[in-house]
């Protein structure tokens, strides 16, 4: 919520408007508990959780004398524009106050609480909703903000607890919040390998502790240690009898003599900063909503600024609205399918991933069922490049869903180097154990290139009879599989389906928006940055200049600077002379003698190859002499990161489920009657990426018109758009001198944007 504060508060200003706090939420209002903002009011508070104006239920505002008071309070301060953050309620309660708005007007105008020339000037009332809320419950967006925050720690917790629960061979029963949405207990089941998640939208039914218990019994005889399950505060079963930690726990106790223990998370899922994605989500939301209330006219419904795959939507208020109350009632009529779907595609696609995954048991339960095991293939995974956190969950979701459709999934260690030297070996059920929270990927990798070793991949794959590859890398890889398409008219052992994941931090690979690590990488930084930044906090004005990996793409380093609410990101893409660093020196020594204290520069490792880190550490520490200090930090490659991102984590498995879903349709379609897969249409070789709202498989050889190989990025890259919004938020001159393209740029993240406006020239 801070971060969507601080973006429109600062947009806001930039625009030329008046911003003002309301404090405590629609009591404040009522209160009149109202005061103006400045631009250095939201520094230092994009991190922390929250939200630093205060939040409040009030019954007042529920009753038209409350709203006639808030209304009055909003007109003796000229307030015309209202952006909410909240959930349905508060969303609910403010398109209903601007439904009334001329109504309450009037009766201040008779009353003599307000003049009719007040009245007039605040003759309409827009409203702009951003639903904050860890649920994740309102319809019309994928993600609410706070939600991913909510499963860091959640997921924070589940890694905790693994490491005691395994040492003493427990299982533990975690309940998480979400009230009656079970997107949060569904997601951190799918990221952590729980063994059961009870949900609302999806019960079990009557017969679930037989269930439960069989399939913990399983596990155990097949020597897993832990066993961890969630169960969501609403969780019911299929009649609609509610489903408690407790009651899960007595199952097994009574039934396994387990040593079951129960860990309620409750508000410790609120708390904490906030994660990148977070900090992100609100920069972008809040800067949307100042523009969507710009372009208002009175005519103009009440919207809700939403998420849809990775663009910044408008969409009508009360619809959402709608649409989530039906949930709730298909819910009570006990019509789970019904309210399923009115979750939401994001929330089907996690369900569909889990409901998958679940069902697995291990192999010596399936061999009993021949008819499953009719048709088998094996199926080659590979990474190449340098090691990604979501490698592993990407590969434990593949292999374990291959096994589960009776194929054998080959490992191919150390990358094409590990081919050519034979390092080849079946991946075996049990020790796909625990791997969604490793990072890296225990295969290995490589970043060489398969152009070297073209005629020893073709003879491995021979040996091994490989029907599929599943390829799991950054730019080698996809430069590996484009060479390994390429060569497929001389080398027949070569035409199989091939499908790639782009897993690198630098999230360079064309074709796709994100790539697996990118995330963990973000949250990583953004913590660096708050910890280097807290260094500081008994210093009085300081600089710090902290460089960032990436190679030539400056996706980490623009992204963290949004995240981190830095002064400046300086990478390749977008050039800069020596009179802008001189000019960013000026912009800072201007904010500390407004009062702030720190500063923050990012620059990416191949920025410029003269314009070094300590070139502009060294320009700093001398242009600052007398007004700040200046310090340089280079992360390394702890950027990589620890454990991956829930994100990381949960898009690694559903891209994987597709990635198989993809090569048995494509095996089954090119299988010759003699049982033979062979297939060398371009079609057959791709990358599976998402953009903008879709995922897609894309042609790999199709991709190299789009790619700039001499610095192994794209020709375009959507984060580009962004970087005006993270100078605005910093307030440099440079962009004031350039409002219009500015806010363009930003501007076309939205469905609902126009070509030029009043707002854009001021």
Avoid at 442 to 458: C, D, E, F, H, V
């Amino acid at each position: 919520m801070n971060a969507a504060l601080r973006a429109v508060v600062r947009m806001g200003i930039y625009v030329g408007c008046k911003v003002f706090y309301i404090y405590e939420g629609y009591q404040g209002m009522v209160d009149g508990h109202i005061k103006e903002a400045t631009w250095t009011s939201p520094s230092g508070i994009i991190e922390k959780g929250g939200t630093v104006i205060g939040s409040a239920r009030c019954k007042e505002f529920r009753e038209r004398p409350g709203r006639l008071k808030a209304a009055a309070n909003l007109v003796k301060h000229g307030i015309t524009n209202l952006v909410v953050i909240g959930g349905d309620g508060s969303l609910t309660g403010a398109n209903l106050f601007r439904q009334e708005w001329q109504s309450l007007l009037e009766e201040l105008v008779q009353t003599e609480t307000i003049t009719l020339e007040q009245s007039q000037a605040c003759s309409a009332l827009n409203v702009v909703g951003m639903v904050g809320s860890i649920d994740n419950d309102f319809c019309g967006t994928d993600m609410t903000i706070g939600a991913d925050s909510a499963l860091h720690r959640i997921m924070e917790a589940v890694d905790a607890i693994s490491t005691t629960a395994q040492s003493h061979q427990r299982t533990f029963v975690l309940e998480v919040m979400g009230r009656h949405c079970g997107y949060l207990a569904l997601v951190g089941a799918l990221a952590s390998e729980a063994e059961y998640v009870f949900t609302p939208e999806w019960p079990p039914e009557k017969s679930w502790p037989e269930q439960l218990c069989r399939k913990l019994g399983r596990t155990r005889e097949a020597g897993q240690r832990l066993n961890i399950i969630l169960v969501a505060e609403g969780a019911i079963d299929i009649e609609g009898n509610p489903i408690s930690a407790e009651d899960v726990k007595k199952v097994i106790v009574d039934n396994l003599k387990q040593d079951t223990r129960i860990t309620v998370l409750g508000h410790v899922q609120r708390g904490g900063k906030a994660s990148a994605f977070d900090r992100i989500l609100g920069c972008r939301m809040g800067a949307e909503a100042v523009l969507a209330l710009m372009e208002a006219t009175p005519e103009t419904p009440a919207c809700v600024i939403s998420l849809d795959g990775n663009q910044t939507v408008r969409v009508p208020l009360m619809e959402c609205v709608e649409k989530t109350k039906a949930v709730q009632k298909a819910m009570d009529e006990l019509n789970f399918e019904l309210a399923q779907r009115l979750r939401g595609k994001s929330f089907m696609n996690n369900l569909a991933a889990y409901r998958k995954l679940s069902k697995i048991h291990p192999p010596q339960y399936l061999i009993e069922n021949k008819e499953m095991c009719k048709v088998s293939h094996r199926l080659g995974v590979l990474c190449i490049g340098a090691p990604a956190c979501g490698m592993n969950p990407a590969i434990r979701s593949f292999a374990r869903l291959a096994m589960f459709e009776g194929h054998t999934v080959i490992g191919l260690h150390d990358g094409v180097e590990g081919i050519a030297q034979g390092t080849i070996k079946p991946i075996t059920w049990g020790e796909l154990h625990g791997w969604a929270g490793a990072g890296g990927t225990y295969i290995g990798t490589k970043r060489t290139l398969a152009s070297n070793y073209i005629p020893q991949i073709a003879k491995r794959f021979k040996e091994q009879k490989l029907d599929g590859l599943l390829l799991i890398g950054g730019f080698e890889a996809y430069r590996s599989l484009q060479e390994i398409a390429d060569a497929r008219d001389k080398y027949p052992e070569l035409c199989i389906p091939m499908v790639m994941i782009p897993a690198t931090i630098s999230n360079n690979v064309p074709g796709t928006e994100f790539s697996l690590g990118a995330d963990t990488a973000l949250n990583e930084i953004a913590e660096i940055c708050d910890r280097i930044k807290q260094s500081a906090m008994g210093t009085r004005k300081r600089v710090f200049v902290i460089e960032t990996m990436g190679g030539y793409c400056g996706y980490l380093a623009t992204m963290a600077g949004l995240a981190g609410g830095a002064d400046a990101a300086y990478i390749y893409e977008e050039k800069f002379t020596i009179e802008d660093l001189r000019n960013d020196v000026r912009h800072l020594a201007h904010k500390m003698d407004q009062g702030i204290q720190r500063g923050l520069i990012l620059r990416n490792e191949n920025a410029n190859s003269n314009y070094t880190t300590d070139f502009i550490h060294r320009l700093y520490c001398e242009e600052g002499k007398g007004i700040f200090t200046a310090r340089m930090n280079i992360l390394g490659h702890m950027q990589q990161g620890g454990s991956p991102s829930p994100f990381d984590r949960n898009m690694g498995t559903k891209l994987a489920s597709r990635a198989l879903d993809w090569m048995n349709a494509k095996v089954k379609a090119n299988t010759t009657a003699d049982g033979i897969v062979y297939t060398n249409q371009r079609d057959s070789a791709v990358l599976l990426g998402m953009r903008k709202r879709h995922i897609n498989f894309t042609p790999i050889q199709d991709l190299a018109e789009e790619t700039d190989y001499e610095h192994r990025i794209p020709k375009e890259e959507w984060w580009m758009k962004l970087r005006a919004l993270m100078r605005i938020m910093a307030k440099h001159t440079a962009v004031y001198e350039k409002s219009a393209a500015s806010l363009a740029h930003i501007a076309e993240e939205s469905d609902y944007a126009e070509e030029e406006s009043e707002t854009e020239t001021k």
